[in-house]
């Protein structure tokens, strides 16, 4: 009889988790995965995957604006927020039906619920405990949102994608891809958008030409560019929102997004009782092969905060179940590795 239930066993079903639990499954390991909210992880659910749709939305205003130019003739133009919020859910649910199939046809045991660590070898659903060889922690991160006074008026990213109603005014907060994103596809459906930078020029690390000539462009489309300045307190009135600045300037807004930086998903699993070595921002530290402080224990993706970006931690996801499993030990190369931001 097997010693553990499960050679591996997996908390989290996003990008990283599936393709491990996938590839080891394949490579004959006996696998199962655990995901508490829906699967496919950040980028299908609240991430890549819906902001691309949001753009493509947000980029029909300018085609419609440039085809009469091209011998069209449009007649009244409407935009339907809650419709395209309606088919994006649909379209999500979708690919959250693609990944259990994916999962199921792979041989993987799928667990739907929480799963927490009771020893190195031991894992909880509830009242059922599961034995396994080894545990990969693959939960992914969160946005964070800033602490200051009113904070409980804002958004983060996440809530973007499910809001009841378009709002007339927003104001971002951040100066990464995503703050840069959002601003794009609140303009680009009508929404008078302010981006809020605490830095002189948003995208850091990106090409230095390359974020000037888009600040350029952002501001051509009528977007506010307020750079040197972050947000110090919010406050709720009858009518909007009341956003002070660090330099005093204030400003009436109706909708306030955070796009400030993520937090790995590391809280109520166990990790601390074990002793699980976790970093600064609470991201679990690892060596070369995904291995934690504690042996049977690893972990990938954005739980490590080290590269957060869905490729990476696929091939993170492919390279662990080939170390593991396959028989070919093998290391991700992370040099080079580019990254983007949709416009």
């Known amino acids: 009889m097997p010693r553990y239930d499960y050679d591996l066993f997996v908390i989290g079903a996003g990008s990283g988790g599936v393709r491990a639990a996938r590839m080891s499954a394949g490579f004959g390991a006996r696998v199962a995965i655990a995901e508490e909210r829906r699967l496919g992880g950040t980028c299908v659910n609240v991430g890549c995957v819906p902001k691309k749709l949001l753009v493509y939305a947000a980029h029909c205003s300018a085609e419609f604006e440039e085809a009469e130019g091209y011998g069209w003739s449009l007649g009244d133009i409407g935009f339907d927020w809650q419709r395209l919020i309606r088919n994006k859910n649909r379209e999500i ?62 958004i983060s990213s996440n809530e973007a994608f499910f809001l009841d109603n378009l709002p007339d005014r927003v104001l971002i907060v951040g100066g990464g891809y995503i703050a840069v994103e959002f601003a794009g596809i609140f303009n680009g459906l009508g929404v008078d958008t302010t981006l809020l930078y605490r830095g002189p020029l948003f995208l850091r690390g990106f090409d230095e030409e390359a974020r000037r000539h888009l600040a350029g462009e952002m501001e051509k489309r009528g977007i506010t560019l307020r750079f040197g300045a972050n947000l110090e307190r919010v406050a709720k009135t009858k009518n909007a929102l009341r956003a002070t600045l660090t330099n005093g300037t204030i400003l009436a807004t109706d909708l306030i997004l955070t796009a400030t930086g993520r937090t790995p998903n590391t809280s109520g699993l166990g990790l601390k009782q074990l002793g699980v070595a976790l970093d600064h921002n609470r991201a679990i530290i690892v060596d070369e092969h995904y291995r934690s402080s504690i042996p049977s224990i690893y972990a990938l993706g954005d739980v490590t905060h080290r590269l957060n970006l869905t490729p990476v931690a696929l091939a993170e996801g492919m390279t662990l179940a080939k170390t593991l499993y396959g028989g070919r030990p093998t290391r991700v190369d992370y040099t080079g590795i580019p990254s983007c931001v949709f416009g």
């Open 93 to 154: 649910e979708r690919l959250n039906g693609v990944y259990r199939t994916l999962l199921i046809n792979a041989g993987v045991t799928l667990f739907e619920g929480r799963a927490t660590l009771v020893d190195e070898h031991t894992v909880s659903m509830g009242e059922d405990r599961y034995t396994t060889a080894r545990i990969l922690i693959a939960t992914g991160g969160r946005p964070t949102i800033p602490d200051f006074p009113g904070n409980e008026h804002v």
